[in-house]
């Protein structure tokens, strides 16, 4: 299968400080990325759609201030947490997904995710 | 986005079938039917889709009700790797694929 890249893997931060985790589809083009955020024990939560030359689409209830998002090109999205917070700490994964406006045919790859404590 | 439901958790014995199983009765005519897996401490894994005929790959089978209305994932010998939260989601064609996850079933493998 394709594989999704994270980076950092983990991060621990200062309250107050922004932190950015790359996201690249290391051997596809991904048309759209996905954001999600996971707390302990919960299920994933979609924050945003990015798609490559356009802003993010954010669920209800996401900052898009708060969430930066980045496509810059065909692989490589970014999030950035500005002013970190520490309820902002939880496990951020991203996903790609080739296919554009067909992306039901097509299965989505996840990166690893990336840990991020704020203290 | 339609809903599916699935149990909460399952146990099988390493070595041996599990068939999990998932409830989407209001599934639409486009909607593809994918399966995921999400280990601890990780991101989550493809592990097949399929929109109307039963599919096999290397990791597992999908079974598709002939009225779309449940499926089940079947994975023919379990081992202790296949301990995970296992996702059945349903995804719509006419869109950018997102994926909008419920609880999952949690499998837990017996040595």
């Known amino acids: 299968g394709a594989v999704v890249s994270q980076h950092p893997s983990r991060v621990i931060c200062k309250s107050g400080t922004s932190v950015k985790i790359e996201c690249r589809s290391l051997?596809?083009?991904?048309?759209?990325m996905f954001w999600y955020r996971q707390f302990p024990k919960q299920s994933l939560m979609l924050m945003a759609t990015s798609n490559e030359g356009s802003k993010a689409t954010y669920e209800q209830g996401v900052e898009k201030d708060k969430f930066l998002i980045n496509h810059a090109s065909l692989t490589l999205s970014t999030l950035t947490v500005t002013s970190a917070h520490p309820e902002d700490s939880s496990f951020y994964i991203c996903s790609a997904s080739i296919g554009g406006l067909a992306g039901g045919r097509y299965e989505q790859y996840f990166g690893p995710g990336t840990r991020l404590t704020v203290t | 986005d339609a809903k599916t439901t699935q149990p909460n958790s399952m146990e099988s014995n390493e070595e041996e079938p599990v068939h999990l199983p998932c409830n989407h009765s209001?599934?639409?005519?486009?909607?593809?039917i994918h399966w995921y897996r999400q280990l601890p401490s990780q991101g989550p894994e493809y592990v097949i889709h399929?929109?109307?005929s039963n599919v096999n790959n290397r990791m597992a089978s999908l079974a598709i009700a002939e009225d779309r209305k449940s499926s089940t994932l079947i994975l023919h010998r379990a081992t202790l790797r296949d301990a995970a939260v296992y996702y059945c989601i349903l995804r719509d064609v006419p869109s950018y694929g997102k994926l909008t996850f419920g609880q999952g079933t949690i499998l837990t493998v017996h040595p």
């Open positions: 051997d596809f083009q991904a048309t759209t």
């Open positions: 399929g929109l109307t």
């Open positions: 209001t599934i639409s005519g486009t909607d593809y």
